[in-house]
């Protein structure tokens, strides 16, 4: 398992059988994130991935992997936490 935290979440890779998950605990002034990532994938789920399970209460989300970090994909340097989603939109996450 890998894990990174930073003020404002703290996110662990967990490998799983059969493939490998993202755990994000979003902290207080990001507690809105799980709802917000249920609610655009319902929305737009050609766009966003639906996550694995979230908690509201506790502001956890358990997504998919998406495929190698921007990071991962660069050979390093980039700032962690930037990526593309789908459609090579840039996205920042954790």
């Known amino acids: 398992m890998e894990a990174r935290g930073r003020p404002f ?13 993202w ?3 979003s902290a207080p002034a990001a507690r ?3 709802a917000l990532l249920a609610a655009l994938a319902a929305w737009h789920p050609d766009r966003f991935a639906a996550p694995v399970a979230v908690d509201v209460n ?8 998406g495929g190698p970090t921007l990071r991962e ?17 840039r996205v920042s996450f954790c």
């Open 73 to 89: 994909q660069r050979g390093g340097g980039e700032r962690d936490g930037e990526g593309r989603g789908r459609g090579g939109t």
């Open 9 to 21: 979440s703290v996110v662990a890779r967990v490998p799983v059988q059969g493939g490998t998950v």
């Open 58 to 65: 506790r502001a956890w989300s358990l997504t998919r992997d």
């Open 32 to 34: 809105f994130e799980p």
């Open 23 to 25: 755990f994000k605990a």
